[in-house]
């Protein structure tokens, strides 16, 4: 009788364990970040890497940004923007364009849930995207070519990385 009672008592914390660790493995193995080179200038000094929240849960916090193997990047900022607007690449300081678009440095910007980019790239194409939807690309500007770019993010308190190659094959 002894053995049920304490089998009654161990099995909702067992079911919260197995929940648990379903979760960290199904979080571990899909992470929430969609990055993909989207443009470079002609030297590849400067790269735009478009960049999404695929979850619905939760945002996502983008921690740092390195290249080229562990390289810290000459500027990193996060342009924030819409489908009908888009991004610019400009190796460019200051200049009239860029005044027209939102720059933010990479911890000011929390990615929003459901900006992943091929849903608003979807959406754009079906003419069902409007000011609302917002996008969200990496600006990079090194001293040198970028062959790779590797972001560092947090999600729901875990930890991630995502590399991005962006030498073509030749």
């Known amino acids: 009788m002894g053995n049920i009672v304490r089998l009654k008592r161990a099995l909702p914390f067992a079911v919260i364990a197995i929940s648990l660790i379903v979760c960290l493995v199904y979080l571990t193995s899909n992470p929430p970040l969609a990055a993909a080179l989207s443009a470079s200038s002609y030297d590849n000094q400067v790269i735009l890497v478009q960049v999404g929240n695929k979850s619905r849960f939760a945002k996502i916090r983008l921690e740092e940004v390195l290249v080229n193997g562990g390289e810290v990047p000459k500027h990193v900022n996060v342009q924030v923007s819409t489908p009908m607007k888009g991004f610019i690449v400009s190796d460019q300081a200051i200049s009239r364009k860029k005044a027209e678009y939102d720059f933010a440095y990479l911890n000011e ?36 070519e ?21 030498e073509t094959p030749d």
């Open 109 to 144: 910007v929390a990615l929003q849930t459901e900006t992943d980019p091929q849903q608003q790239l979807n959406k754009l194409n079906h003419g069902t995207a409007n000011e609302k939807d917002i996008i969200y690309a990496i600006t990079i500007h090194h001293y040198t």
């Open 146 to 166: 970028v062959q790779s770019v590797m972001i560092k993010y947090r999600y729901l308190g875990l930890k991630y990385k995502t590399l991005i190659r962006t």
